[in-house]
């Protein structure tokens, strides 16, 4: 099974999924040393279930508090590479690996409450990391500019290698959210995701969001309320 750029092997008889791609290395970049998902090292990690976010929505639907619960997960994982050094230049949907755990509840982020849902969220692409110098990266791979989930400063970009700023993932990772609402539930399905943002207006999703989707990479934030 590949997810992002990390190859895994399932474990079925003890729950246990390995890391066995040489990007092992990701998961202390992602977490502190006493996060639950660091439990087996940096190589392995407990789950009941694993798959892309992307195969994730085929058969779920996407809730709100399962948004909370991806915006918490990622807010944690992306303070954490910034304190290393690191950023993310975008993110995809196959770049998020969902862990479903129903025994052990997963802790360790500003969206866990006791009786949520047994889903977290795990950034899963080594390849989209750069390191960041004066709050932007250095982007040298190439991208499908067609991709409506990217920010507007990579597809209004037009060379090879630029830089963008660190919050450029911030964009896509609302888009991302955004997406999963129209692809999983019905009534969203010919909304736009102006009108699917507008929906949430009443709630604190809408204003993380909002902050999010800035056009302005420089005044963008990643808030939550």
Same mark, same amino acid.
Request: with cysteine; hydrophobic share 35%.
């Given at each position: 099974m590949i997810i992002g750029s990390l190859e895994l092997e399932y474990q079925a008889s003890h729950n246990i999924v390995k890391i066995t791609s040489n990007e092992h290395s990701l998961l202390q970049l992602l977490f502190p040393n006493n996060h639950p998902l660091l439990l087996f090292g940096s190589h392995s990690f407990y789950a009941d279930?694993?798959?892309?976010?992307?195969?994730?929505?085929?058969?779920?639907?996407?809730?709100?508090?399962?948004?909370?619960?991806?915006?918490?997960?990622?807010?944690?994982?992306?303070?954490?590479?910034?304190?290393?050094?690191?950023?993310?230049?975008?993110?995809? =949907?196959?770049?998020?690996?969902?862990?479903? @755990? #129903?025994?052990?509840? +997963?802790?360790?982020? $500003?969206?866990?409450?006791?009786?949520?849902?047994? =889903?977290?969220?795990?950034?899963?692409?080594? @390849? #989209?990391?750069?390191? +960041?110098?004066?709050? $932007?990266?250095?982007?040298?791979?190439?991208?499908?500019?067609?991709?409506?989930i990217l920010p507007p400063e990579f597809i209004n970009n037009e060379t090879i290698p630029f830089y963008c700023h660190k919050s450029s993932s911030y964009y896509s990772l609302a888009q991302i959210i955004l997406y999963c609402f129209k692809q999983s539930i019905p009534r969203f399905s010919s909304y736009s995701f102006t009108d699917i943002l507008n929906y949430y207006k009443d709630t604190k999703?809408?204003?993380?969001?909002?902050?999010?989707?800035?056009?302005?990479?420089?005044?963008?934030?990643?808030?939550?309320?």
């Open positions: 279930k694993v798959s892309s976010l992307s195969d994730f929505i085929q058969s779920n639907r996407f809730s709100i508090l399962m948004a909370a619960k991806l915006l918490g997960t990622m807010y944690t994982q992306i303070q954490h590479l910034e304190n290393n050094g690191y950023a993310i230049s975008y993110i995809e =949907l196959h770049d998020i690996m969902v862990i479903e @755990n #129903k025994r052990t509840h +997963v802790v360790g982020d $500003r969206s866990s409450e006791p009786h949520s849902t047994g =889903l977290t969220f795990l950034f899963s692409n080594y @390849n #989209k990391l750069y390191e +960041v110098k004066n709050s $932007r990266l250095f982007i040298t791979d190439f991208y499908n500019r067609n991709d409506p999703l809408y204003f993380t969001l909002k902050y999010c989707l800035n056009d302005d990479p420089y005044k963008r934030e990643f808030v939550l309320f």
